[in-house]
């Protein structure tokens, strides 16, 4: 996927114990988390909970819910 593939290229300046998930997945989560309408962190996480399915099947997500 194109869009991940950008998004690795940002750097990920986390510390290692925030580096539970990938960063261009977590980005990638929360552009489309917003552009459905998600003003909030518990939105985001409502809109990734909701979609977590798709999102696996659609993106490669590999995280363990």
């Known amino acids: 996927m194109l869009t991940l593939a950008i998004l690795s290229s940002i750097p990920d300046h986390r510390r290692g114990q925030g580096r539970l998930f990938d960063l261009p997945h977590v980005l990638l989560c929360s552009i489309l988390a917003v ?31």
């Open 35 to 65: 552009l459905a309408g998600a003003d909030s962190y518990r939105s985001v996480y409502r809109f990734i909970d909701v979609r977590w399915d798709w999102l696996r099947q659609h993106t490669g997500l590999n995280w363990r819910r």
